[in-house]
Nanobody, 118 residues
Framework: QVQLVESGGGLVQPGGSLRLSCAASGSLFRIFAMAWYRQAPGKQRELVAS???????NYADSVKGRFTISRDNAKNTVYLQMNSLKPEDTAVYYC????????????WGQGTQVTVSS
């Protein structure tokens, strides 16, 4: 059984910063990628940033230059450093892990709320 637990969300003013963490536990091996998604009210879930086991990264255009994804492979933990936050960054942020089994499997965290408002 795999469990992903996010932390670090909260309320910040525009221009502020937050660092999200996601710790994965359970029977996880052969991880393909770890990622952060977000879903704002009334909108579909979108990929924010991802990082592969070889440290290749990808970012949504809307967060490039402001967000940084990193990971600790030994702890199966992924981080999202968010700087220069904007009101449009307000969303529930979800951690995602893709790992190899019989197929490429998806695991999701419960989500953490990020609210950017003055």
């Amino acid at each position: 059984q795999v469990q992903l637990v996010e932390s670090g969300g909260g309320l910040v003013q525009p221009g502020g910063s937050l660092r999200l963490s996601c710790a994965a536990s359970g029977s996880l091996f052969r991880i393909f990628a770890m990622a952060w998604y977000r879903q704002a009210p009334g909108k579909q879930r979108e990929l924010v940033a991802s990082i592969t086991s070889t440290s290749s990264t990808n970012y949504a255009d809307s967060v490039k230059g402001r967000f940084t994804i990193s990971r600790d492979n030994a702890k199966n933990t992924v981080y999202l450093q968010m700087n220069s936050l904007k009101p449009e960054d307000t969303a529930v942020y979800y951690c995602n892990v893709k790992s190899w089994g019989a197929a490429l499997n998806d695991y999701w965290g419960q989500g953490t709320q990020v609210t950017v408002s003055s």
